[in-house]
C-alpha cells in the first residue's frame, strides 16, 4: 500500500521533506479482534508536527521509520475471525486508542487510560496510508449522513473539544461566560459544543481575523482579538468578574497566563493546548478557588455522543482536503498557519 512515512525526526521543521510517499507493507489480522480499515480520510494535528519535531519521544516508545496519522475514518476492508459488530463494506469512524477491554479502567469506559491498549498514529502505525490496523471495540458506524472523509478529525481534535465543553457546560449557567482560547482546529468545534449543551456566553480569543470570523460562524456571541487587549477586553465584557469558565486551546505562549487570569473566582480553566507551563502561587489558588482540569482526547461514548450531534447538523467540521501524497503539503500549511479548521489526508 502507499504511505506517508515519517523517517527521520526535524526539530526545526525547516526539511523540504517531513514525510516520504512510498510504498509500505500492507497490516495484516493477527488477532481475532483485529480490523483493517480502508482509509477514507486521516486527519492531520499538530500533534503530528510535534511527533516530527521528537518531543513525543519521551512519552511513548516508537522505532523509525513509522506511520503518523491518529484521525482516522474509512471502510471496513476486513475483520478477524471474532469480530462480529462491524462487516466488510460498513463505514466507520475510528476512536483513537485501540483497548483490550479487560483492564478495569476499560470497564469503567476510561479508554484514555486503559493500561492495555496501542495508540495507532502515536505508538503504532496510523492512518497517513491506505489502510489501518485498528481493533473492534474502536469503532463507531457511521450515520448515511456523515462520510468519512467529513468525520475524520473528530477522532481527536472534535473529541478533544468535545470532552473539554461538555466538562464546562456542566457547570454553566444563563447568564454567566465561557472563554474560548483559540479558535483554529480544536476551537471550533468546541465553540459548536457550549453552544449546543449550555446557555453561557460564548467570548473567543484568536489572533487571527480569520478564525475569528469563523468563530462568528460556530456559535460565539462575543470576538475579542488575541493582543494586549484581550484582557481588558474580557473583563469588560464579564463585569470585571472573569469567565466562569475559560478553555484554552493554545496552551503555551501567553495564552496560559492570561487564561488564568481571566478564569473567575471559583470557576474552572481548561487546559487542552499543550507546549507551555502553568505557573500559579499556592496562596492565589487558596483565595481564588479556581480549578484547572487537564482534558486527554476523550472516551468511546463521548465519540458517540459527538457523532449524533454532528448527525442532528449542531456541529459541523471546517476541512481542507489534501492527497494522501501531498502530506507534507498539508504538514507544512499547518505548521504556516495556512488551514482554516483541519486538513485532512485522503488516499
Not at 189 to 203: D, S
Request: glycine share 12%; with cysteine; proline share 3%.
Amino acid at each position: 500500500m502507499k504511505a506517508a512515512v515519517l523517517e527521520k525526526y526535524d526539530e526545526t521543521l525547516t526539511a523540504d521533506t517531513l514525510v516520504r510517499y512510498q510504498d509500505v507493507a500492507d497490516p495484516k489480522i493477527t488477532k481475532p479482534e483485529d480490523v483493517i480499515v480502508r482509509i477514507g480520510g486521516a486527519g492531520v494535528c499538530r500533534t503530528d508536527l510535534h511527533i516530527v519535531e521528537g518531543i513525543w519521544r519521551s512519552k511513548v516508545e516508537v522505532a523509525l521509520p513509522y506511520i503518523m496519522g491518529h484521525e482516522n475514518a474509512g471502510w471496513i476492508e476486513a475483520i478477524g475471525s471474532n469480530v462480529t459488530s462491524v462487516k466488510v463494506g460498513d463505514a466507520v469512524i475510528c476512536h483513537p486508542l485501540v483497548t483490550s477491554g479487560h483492564c478495569l479502567a476499560c470497564r469503567r469506559g476510561d479508554d484514555m487510560h486503559a493500561t492495555d491498549s496501542s495508540f495507532p498514529g502515536i505508538n503504532a502505525n496510523g492512518g497517513y496510508a491506505e489502510y489501518l490496523l485498528t481493533g473492534e471495540r474502536a469503532l463507531i458506524k457511521l450515520p448515511k449522513s456523515l462520510t468519512p472523509k467529513d468525520v475524520a478529525p473528530y477522532t481527536d481534535a472534535g473529541l478533544t473539544a468535545y470532552r473539554a465543553a461538555k466538562k464546562a457546560s456542566r457547570h454553566l449557567l444563563p447568564g454567566q461566560y465561557a472563554v474560548v482560547i483559540g479558535a483554529g482546529g480544536l476551537g471550533h468545534i468546541g465553540i459548536q459544543v457550549l453552544a449546543a449543551l449550555c446557555a453561557a456566553e460564548i467570548i473567543v480569543i484568536d489572533r487571527s481575523d480569520v478564525a475569528l470570523e469563523l468563530a462568528k460562524s460556530c456559535g460565539a456571541h462575543h470576538l475579542v482579538k488575541g493582543d494586549d487587549g484581550a484582557m481588558d477586553a474580557v473583563l469588560a465584557l464579564t463585569g470585571g468578574r472573569g469567565a466562569e469558565a475559560v478553555i484554552d486551546f493554545v496552551g503555551e505562549g501567553s495564552a496560559v497566563a492570561m487564561g488564568l487570569a481571566m478564569t473567575a473566582n471559583g470557576g474552572s480553566y481548561y487546559i487542552v493546548g499543550y507546549g507551555g507551563k502553568i505557573e500559579l502561587p499556592t496562596l492565589d489558588m487558596v483565595t481564588s478557588e479556581k480549578t484547572i482540569v487537564g482534558n486527554l482526547v476523550g472516551t468511546y461514548p463521548e465519540l458517540v455522543e459527538l457523532m449524533a450531534l454532528a448527525d442532528r447538523g449542531l456541529v459541523h467540521l471546517a476541512t481542507r482536503e489534501y492527497r494522501l501524497a501531498d502530506a507534507n503539503q498539508a504538514l507544512k500549511d499547518l505548521h504556516h498557519g495556512k488551514i482554516k479548521g483541519r486538513a485532512v489526508l485522503i488516499p
